[in-house]
């Protein structure tokens, strides 16, 4: 059984996966009127989370002693924000240089690519019946980053849409 370090990882990963999913959702609904996708998103992400909310897990530190506890619970447990050195990392300098929306869209595209694969990885260790569901989740959003970006934007980033008044 892995330490509580995975299960941190899985917090932080599973956060970064859903905030990312969230952004990208809100585009695809509000501004590229693109349902259809925003749904897929939406789907993807309590996909992600149920794996965890389902998974029954033995708690590395202990605290639950005598069985197990929710895969959702033992994350928010061995949450440590406070002592995390990735919490007090300068602020990213990329961010600044986002323009426009296929700025924003392609680096949520991406910052949920990595975060599932993060997932995929460290859940060969402890869930490793569910690995598949986050590879099949990192390909999904291949897909879609594919059918997104090259149906709503075109080669410089501007978007295909039509301008409303």
């Known amino acids: 059984m892995p330490d509580r370090r995975v ?6 990963n599973l956060n970064r996966f859903c905030e990312g999913s969230r952004v ?3 585009s695809l609904r509000f501004i590229l009127d693109r349902p259809a996708d925003a749904r897929l998103v939406k789907e993807m992400r309590h996909q992600a989370r149920s794996v965890f909310r389902a998974a029954r897990l033995k708690d590395p530190a202990g605290s639950r002693p ?8 033992l994350l928010l447990t061995h949450r440590d924000t406070l002592t995390d050195p990735g919490t007090a990392a300068r602020y990213d300098r990329t961010i600044l ?3 426009r929306l296929s700025d924003l869209m392609l680096a949520n ?13 460290y859940s060969r260790l402890v869930l490793s ?10 390909f999904k959003l291949y897909e879609l980053e594919k059918r997104v970006m090259l149906g709503s934007f075109d ?6 849409l039509k301008k409303r008044h």
């Open 7 to 12: 299960f941190r990882i899985f917090d932080a």
């Open 24 to 26: 990208i959702e809100e």
């Open 66 to 73: 005598g069985g197990g506890t929710t895969g959702q619970e």
């Open 97 to 99: 240089k986002r323009r």
């Open 109 to 121: 595209f991406k910052r949920m690519q990595e975060a599932v694969r993060v997932l995929e990885e």
């Open 129 to 138: 019946r569910k690995a598949a569901v986050f590879k099949s989740l990192r």
């Open 155 to 160: 080669l410089s980033g501007h978007s295909r």
